[in-house]
């Protein structure tokens, strides 16, 4: 007996299974409309601040009126928020150099809802001079539509009367971005942004749901940070989250490796999983190269990745990395194309 429980432990290590477990990683995404690789300093600048009374804003909250003061004031906020937020954004970026509150500017404007004209080249070139920028972008034009509702629905059961309330904040977004070149100072893109954000709240009490809506000036803060993500992803380079599989299991070794690949200690890891390459069990070697794959996509070499995930394929046809190779496919030409986007050779 005990020699045959031997004999089966040791069939369970030679074909013992690997198991997965799914991690988040950080991946470089290419911009829409990319600036010119040669753009590497940017000056920000907010054109929209404005001493212009608006009109007061209907609501449905407890107080029904927000003072024309407060919502000036209010958009002023945000649209100096919007510009710190793509400031932010831009800085996680490789695509642009690190800017600091002296690369951020404010400016007022004349009629807050009509889109001004271009700024004089001059004007540009004074601004950007002393910086050493190679272009300032600037947000022309913010127009920000509020409006909230809340409705009853009622309907009848066994006898009586049931009802729920719904409430929709709906917010639609127009801005207005020109870049401007640094040193001759005219305008070389302009984009005009447009959205809904729309956020909505239900239950059984009236007072419930008014509790669950956010406040107006919350709002208006998520608004300028989706008004600035949505710029910045479209002029730079950006990071996405994205969904891997990793081997943990099928050895020590294994599970030793993936405590350093988890603690961001590739080396390490990777000296592990190259270890593991010369092991008689298929399953484990293809595990192994696997995971070296992704060492190698976590470290930005996404052309290694693909020939390692490729031979682990060749080893064990595995459906999971399969999958793998075709993300790491896509992954090798959106490479190419971050290439140019930055100017590498």
């Known amino acids: 007996m005990f020699t045959r429980l031997v004999i ?42 404005a001493d212009t009374v608006l009109p007061p804003l209907q609501t449905v909250r407890p107080e029904p009126v927000i003072s024309d003061q407060f919502l000036s004031d209010l958009l002023n906020q945000t649209t100096t928020e919007l510009i710190f937020a793509l400031a932010d954004i831009l800085n996680e970026s490789p695509g642009t150099e690190y800017m600091d509150s002296t690369m951020i500017l404010e400016t007022g404007m004349s009629e807050r809802y009509q889109i001004p004209l271009p700024l004089d080249p001059l004007f540009v070139s004074e601004l950007c001079g002393p910086l050493a920028a190679d272009a300032l972008i600037s947000l022309e034009y913010l127009r920000v539509v ?20 719904w409430a929709l904040i709906d917010v639609d977004i127009t801005a207005g971005w020109r870049i401007y070149e640094g040193g001759g100072g005219g305008v070389i893109d302009e984009y005009v942004f447009t959205d809904t954000l729309v956020l909505d709240f239900t239950d059984w009490d009236i007072n419930e749901v008014l509790y669950k809506m956010p406040d107006i000036a919350e709002v208006f803060m998520e608004t300028a940070y989706l008004t600035a993500l949505d710029f910045a992803r479209r002029i730079s380079p950006h990071w996405m989250t994205g969904d891997r599989m990793v081997y943990f299991r099928g050895n020590r070794n294994m599970r030793k490796a993936y405590r350093h690949f988890i603690s961001n200690e590739l080396e390490i890891a990777e000296a592990i999983y190259l270890e593991q390459l010369d092991r008689m069990n298929r399953n484990l070697v293809a595990a192994a190269m696997h995971n070296l794959a992704l060492v190698n996509e976590m470290r930005g070499d996404s052309r290694q990745a693909l020939v390692w995930a490729r031979r682990s394929y060749q080893v064990a046809r595995k459906q999971l990395t399969a999958e793998y190779v075709v993300i790491l496919e896509e992954r090798a030409e959106i490479a190419e194309q971050l290439d140019r986007q930055l100017g590498v050779e």
Do not use: H
Not at 11 to 38: M, N, R, T, W, Y
Not at 147 to 164: H, L, Q, V
């Open 146 to 165: 509020y409006s909230d509702s809340i409705s009853e629905e009622r309907w009848n059961s066994m006898g009586g009367w049931n009802r729920y309330y």
């Open 8 to 49: 089966l432990l040791a069939a369970v290590s030679a074909f013992s299974c690997v198991s997965v477990s799914k991690i988040e990683i950080q991946v470089l995404e290419p911009a829409s409309d990319p600036l010119p690789p040669e753009i590497n300093r940017v000056l920000l600048l907010n054109r929209t601040i």
